[in-house]
């Protein structure tokens, strides 16, 4: 939330674009077109230049710059992609996408733009593409025209009637598949609702990925398509991958800027409710429509998949600001993005009491506490080993938590010893340790107390290792996908 007096803008109502196009035509005067759409858009007649244009592309969460020009014909070079990339720590999926990111590239045009999609399909792809931009008026939103066979080349054009922020996917084949895949994105259409210019612009798509239990070849994982027909995602996601917007790549921004966010939903299956912990939105252009005026002052926007939202806030405090879908279990599938703002503290906007000059820090931190769910009781024994449980001597180990990992995430120890693990959280996220029986099972196995360990805190796990030897899994309840390791017992 900014500061009051930004609350101050005068919102434009609603313009019927219909009753324009009827006075356009009534009085003859298509001159009259081009004024109001200088008007309402901001756009600058004497530097705009008409023509042929080639749209900016660039990769999210990056916005291409502001449309200040005269209605053009744009042309929007696209290419299928189909490569390996990493989408979770130590996770190798083939996505399938645009220009090589997902989401794709946010293209952005002005409302009057004739657009022209151009679609190519890599030759050394394996299946076939198209693109359905939710912007257009016509078959298939431009599906059916851009059906690309691997080295195939086509294309449309569209006219861009309505301003808002609109959702693109391939629609070919299992068309959940190519989405779930990586092959979403969105299009803005600059247009008639006039708002206020913001500081900074990010591009930020969530959608959500469904693997298989056990890698395929080369260590790939696969779709799992009962998972995906079950809506029970693996991975849930911002920008494509679980870190895509955390260690050096968090959004960034300075107290007393504004910022936009371009939020978009690719689903294939999931409504997100998407919110800003600590922050309220100053305006909500809910479904992402720009005719209609905006909410203000609102906690979450709901964005269905298929759909999107542009959301403004003003930044007042310092700190890192968690970008969620507050089904706040999705967190731990990855569902996480930060945004991390410097600059001066605003005392009068907020402040922790106990920060200044406390000589302990405080006992609990509501923050960290959100963006995580308790994790349900594992009924569990305590860790505290049983008398005369270890034949051996007492090893002791540290390990490391970060957000979501395990250093070391491998351990060896000798059976029938006793293991003293020291845990330090040193992620910005609560974390745990559970280590599983030798059959895998997590409920019988034996936790860290505290079961739950907030960011900055330590705690301990203390393990009577069974006489066996075998491997035996352990993992973070909060974080059982991709935080996870293994103890060889010898
Ligand atoms: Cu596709």
């Not at 851009?146 to 195939?152: K, Q, S």
């Not at 808002?164 to 247009?191: E, K, P, R, T, W």
């Not at 371009?262 to 429509?289: C, K, M, W």
């Not at 998949?305 to 403004?312: L, T």
Request: glycine share 12%; aromatic share 6%; with cysteine.
């Amino acid at each position: 939330m900014g500061k009051l007096a930004k609350l101050a803008w005068d919102e434009k109502s609603p313009i019927n674009i219909r009753r324009i196009k009827h006075w356009i035509r009534l009085t003859h005067a298509p001159l009259l077109a081009v004024v109001l759409l200088a008007m309402f858009t901001g756009v600058n007649c004497s530097t705009g230049a008409t023509g042929t244009i080639e749209a900016v592309l660039v990769a999210p969460p990056n916005v291409p710059p502001r449309v200040n020009r005269d209605a053009a014909h744009v042309i929007v070079n696209l290419e299928a992609r189909e490569e390996v990339r990493e989408i979770a720590p130590g996770v190798e999926y083939r996505v399938w996408d645009f220009n090589g990111s997902v989401p794709g590239p946010l293209i952005r045009v002005r409302v009057g733009d004739t657009v022209e999609i151009r679609l190519r399909n890599r030759s050394e792809n394996m299946m076939l593409h198209n693109i359905d931009l939710h912007a257009v008026n016509g078959p298939g939103g431009g599906a059916e025209a851009t059906n690309v066979a691997p080295g195939e080349e086509k294309a449309f054009t569209f006219k861009a009637k309505v301003p808002g922020l609109f959702v693109y996917h391939c629609a070919a084949g299992i068309v959940a598949d190519h989405i779930s895949n990586g092959m979403y994105g969105a299009i803005l259409v600059d247009g008639l609702t006039r708002g206020p210019a913001v500081d900074r612009e990010f591009y930020v798509g969530q959608h959500e990925y469904y693997l298989s239990d056990t890698p395929g070849a080369g260590g790939v994982s696969q779709l799992d398509s009962t998972k995906l027909l079950a809506e029970d995602p693996t991975y849930v996601v911002f920008n494509g991958a679980t870190k895509a917007l955390q260690g050096d790549d968090v959004l960034r921004a300075n107290t007393g800027e504004t910022v936009r966010l371009y939020v978009t939903n690719g689903g294939p299956n999931l409504i997100s409710s998407f919110h800003v912990i600590g922050e309220i939105f100053d305006r909500a252009y809910q479904y992402g429509t720009l005719m209609s005026p905006p909410l203000q002052g609102i906690q979450t926007v709901l964005i269905p998949p298929g759909g999107a939202a542009i959301v403004d806030f003003g930044l007042d405090v310092p700190g890192d600001y968690k970008l969620v879908d507050h089904s706040i279990a999705r967190v731990s599938k990855g569902g996480l993005g930060i945004l991390h703002v410097t600059g001066d503290e605003d005392p009068g906007t907020f402040q922790d009491l106990g920060k200044p000059g406390a000589a302990e820090p405080t006992a609990t931190s509501p923050a960290t506490a959100e963006g995580s769910p308790t994790p349900t009781s594992t009924g569990a024994p305590a860790a505290t080993a049983t008398p005369g449980g270890g034949g051996g001597a007492t090893q002791e180990i540290t390990i490391t938590m970060g957000d979501n990992v395990f250093q070391p995430n491998t351990l060896e120890v000798t059976a029938g010893s006793r293991v003293a693990i020291t845990l330090r959280n040193e992620g910005l996220q609560p974390h745990n340790m559970h280590i599983a029986t030798a059959s895998g099972v997590f409920n019988a196995g034996t936790v860290s107390v505290p079961e739950v360990i907030l960011a900055g805190k330590s705690g301990t796990l203390t393990w009577d290792v069974p006489g066996t030897p075998g491997t035996y899994k352990f993992r973070c309840d909060i974080h059982p996908v991709d935080m996870t390791g293994s103890i060889t017992v010898k």
